[in-house]
């Protein structure tokens, strides 16, 4: 067999402390000690004030979308994990596509003018592959149209453009810590 990823796992001694403490405390849900130090760290590692840790990463995608009402259509790419477009359909919307840059894998911003319609009302927009979105056009264009921007951002954990973390653009950005992405914590 052919290994597509690789997880990288520390020793077991490290894990086995921390279960012992989840043993020890009987939390092992429900904003427990260890999910609040987790989202400090991450809060601290990519400089952004504002984090919510959750069970996987379809969930925040569609919280976002409730979150910020949308309604209608949502433009967005296929080129992404099914979780995209399911959180958008599962929100009662529509996914309107546009293709995407070939030489970076992410949503084309200049074919996103074109797909706005009246009833659309956000961008969803995943960075791939380390390789961040235009955020700068992408909002330009949200703003021109009133549209709320929610990026996916599982591939550009760490990732930084003008000197902040791709974290703090959007209206709401989410990611998944899956065991395939960059920065993960098993399943």
């Known amino acids: 067999m052919i290994q597509v990823t690789k997880t990288f ?3 077991q001694s490290e894990y086995q402390a921390i ?10 849900t429900n904003r427990g000690v260890l999910v609040k130090e987790l989202e400090v760290k991450i809060q601290n590692y990519l400089g952004s004030s504002h984090l919510i840790a959750m069970t996987n990463g379809t969930l925040p ?3 976002a979308v409730k979150a910020l009402s949308l309604t209608g259509e949502i433009v967005t790419t296929p080129f992404s994990y099914v979780a995209t ?8 919307c529509t996914p309107v596509f546009v293709d995407i840059h ?12 074109a797909a706005i319609t009246s009833k659309t009302t956000g961008i969803l927009a995943t960075h791939v592959f380390g390789n961040p979105c235009h955020v700068e056009a992408i909002e330009a264009i949200a703003k021109k149209h009133g549209l709320k921007v929610i ?3 599982a591939h550009c954990f ?8 791709l974290f703090n653009y ?3 950005s989410t990611c998944s810590f899956h065991a395939t992405k960059l920065f993960h914590t098993g399943e």
Not at 19 to 28: E, R, V
């Open 102 to 113: 070939p030489e970076y894998l992410t949503i084309d911003e200049t074919k996103i003018e």
């Open 151 to 153: 990026y996916d951002g």
């Open 85 to 92: 477009i399911s959180s958008i359909i599962w929100e009662g």
């Open 61 to 63: 995608l569609q919280i």
């Open 19 to 28: 279960l012992k403490h989840a043993w020890d405390t009987g939390w092992m």
């Open 170 to 172: 959007g209206d709401v």
């Open 158 to 165: 760490g990732v930084t453009y003008k000197g902040q973390s």
């Open 9 to 11: 796992l520390p020793s």
